[in-house]
């Protein structure tokens, strides 16, 4: 494939391939309609010939190219694939373009300190499992760092003392990036406000901007209720995200709050689900939780 594409890279090999497409043709009609030397036209039909984009036959006096028109299919299949795969409903393309469209509206509004504060954002969840596995996914480090995350990045570093007046660190980095070699995604820092095991949390976090400097202060609430027959079947999760001491240059921040932490909470969804491998929804759930020490 990169000897396919390094060949119709070249708008004069690209032009021959569009006059062999026609029809077969010689090599000195090729140069003349290409206008170019014959030589350098010989060097590029033995290039595409290389790539499998040609063929030849010698007839009398005259070297006759003609084209493979299915290595070119094959390509356009492997391209409509990858729009296909960029463009599906709900896709990561989706997304980039729809947080696009938002940071447009953002940055229109961002127009002094201040700009967005008191700007809310609700969430729901309908989760599996009890208000006591949840809690520990909300809580305990080695959990909730598997889906406190937005999609294609992935928590670098995490702190969470989950006791009135416990720090928080959150880090994100690339999904991708193993080794640390791009630069850091996110950084924010808060603290708990308010602890009710299995009931009610709230804590604050205020991310970063690229000169360190607070982007706004999130406030998070979040009320567990227990569901099903007997309350034991599940769990449903209210998140309300309220932003305060918004900064002019929040509103890159500010336009991924919906999405971001939506798609965390889908990812909690997500580990919490029936089918899903975690081990620890099928073990320990009479553990207790400790809510007084960072993990």
């Known amino acids: 494939m990169d000897a396919l594409l390094s060949a119709l890279a070249d708008p004069v090999r690209w032009r021959l391939v569009s006059l062999l497409a026609e029809r077969p043709r010689p090599v000195g009609v090729l140069a003349q309609l290409a206008e170019a030397r014959q030589p350098q036209t010989t060097k590029h039909l033995q290039t595409l010939q290389r790539a499998g984009v040609v063929t030849s036959q010698r007839t009398g006096q005259r070297n006759i190219y003609a084209l493979r028109p299915g290595v070119l299919r094959d390509l356009a299949a492997a391209l409509t694939l990858i729009a296909d795969t960029a463009e599906r409903v709900g896709g990561p393309q989706a997304t980039f373009d729809r947080h696009g469209s938002g940071l447009q509206v953002e940055w229109q509004a961002a127009g002094a300190p201040g700009w967005a504060d008191d700007r809310s954002f609700t969430f729901h969840r309908s989760l599996a499992g009890r208000p006591e596995l949840v809690w520990r996914h909300l809580t305990e480090t080695s959990l909730l760092g598997r889906w406190w995350a937005p999609d294609d990045l992935r928590v670098s570093e995490l702190v969470f003392d989950a006791r009135p007046g416990g720090r928080i660190v959150l880090e994100y980095r690339d999904a991708d990036d193993t080794d640390g070699c791009d630069a850091v995604a996110g950084r924010a820092e808060g603290v708990v406000e308010e602890v009710r095991p299995g009931e009610y949390l709230a804590y604050r976090l205020s991310p970063a901007l690229p000169d360190g400097g607070p982007a706004f202060t999130s406030h998070i609430d979040m009320s ?45 969804a997500a580990t919490l689900a029936p089918d899903s491998p975690t081990p620890e929804k099928t073990h320990h759930h009479d553990r207790p939780t400790d809510t007084r020490s960072t993990p």
């Not at 995200?241 to 965390?264: C, H, K, L, N, P």
């Open 224 to 268: 567990l209720r227990p569901t099903g027959p007997g309350g034991d079947t599940g769990t449903d999760l209210d998140v309300r995200y309220r932003v305060t001491d918004s900064a002019v240059a929040a509103a890159d921040f500010v336009a991924g709050i919906e999405i971001g932490f939506g798609q965390s909470l889908d990812k909690l």
